[in-house]
């Protein structure tokens, strides 16, 4: 019995050890270096606060100087320390070194004054301190309501310029550009006369 429970043990050891040919280099997952339950951080510009930045999760990824974020929340505020605006999103990446962020997935903007922008996809460009998106949205305002296919603007939205713009105004309406006296908050359409 000895014998035979040996000779099997070799056999199969015989038989494990042809592999044929094995890769010389496993390819790895990109793996975050760090991965965070709830994140918090500011960006100053001249030491002053330009934005608060929160997320219930954060995968960091330093190789690339990246963050991938979940449930995010960012409020901008003012160079007086006033707060503007606050953007709210399912997702959003966040690039560590010119500290922008790319918000996806159900992006709600609200302003202290009750204005609110919907929107699935909304990029802050920290140097040319500017929001936009490619994509459709719509907002509701106190003095009218909107829609258009895409937009630029200020993280105040007081400075909107917009394709396809189209909406409904309440009470006394306001003026297009190059239609006389400025506005609050002027609505620019792209090409529009300045």
């Not at 070799?10 to 793996?31: E, K, N, V």
């Not at 510009?45 to 934005?51: A, E, K, P, S, T």
């Not at 007086?80 to 990446?93: A, H, L």
């Not at 690039?95 to 709600?108: E, F």
Request: proline share 4%; with cysteine.
């Amino acid at each position: 019995m000895r014998t035979i429970a040996l000779g099997t043990v070799l056999l199969l050891a015989t038989g494990c050890a042809s592999r044929g040919i094995a890769p010389t280099q496993t390819a790895m997952a990109d793996s975050a270096d760090q991965v965070m339950g709830g994140m918090e951080t500011s960006i100053t510009d001249n030491n002053v606060r330009v934005l608060t930045l929160k997320a219930d999760s954060a995968r960091v990824y330093q190789q690339r100087q990246v963050a991938d974020l979940e449930k995010v929340t960012v409020t901008f505020f003012d160079r007086s320390g006033n707060e503007t605006s606050t953007v709210t999103s399912n997702k959003g990446n966040y690039a560590i070194r010119d500290k922008s962020l790319d918000l996806r997935g159900n992006v709600v903007a609200v302003t202290p004054s009750g204005k609110k922008l919907y929107t699935e996809h909304l990029v802050y460009d920290r140097i040319a301190n500017q929001v936009r998106s490619d994509t459709a949205f719509k907002f509701t305002a106190p003095d009218g309501n909107g829609s258009g296919a895409s937009f630029e603007s200020d993280p105040d939205f007081k400075n909107i310029v917009t394709a396809r713009p189209k909406g409904a105004v309440k009470g006394k309406g306001f003026l297009l550009p190059g239609q006389g006296a400025a506005t609050k908050s002027p609505v620019t359409a792209k090409g529009a006369p300045k």
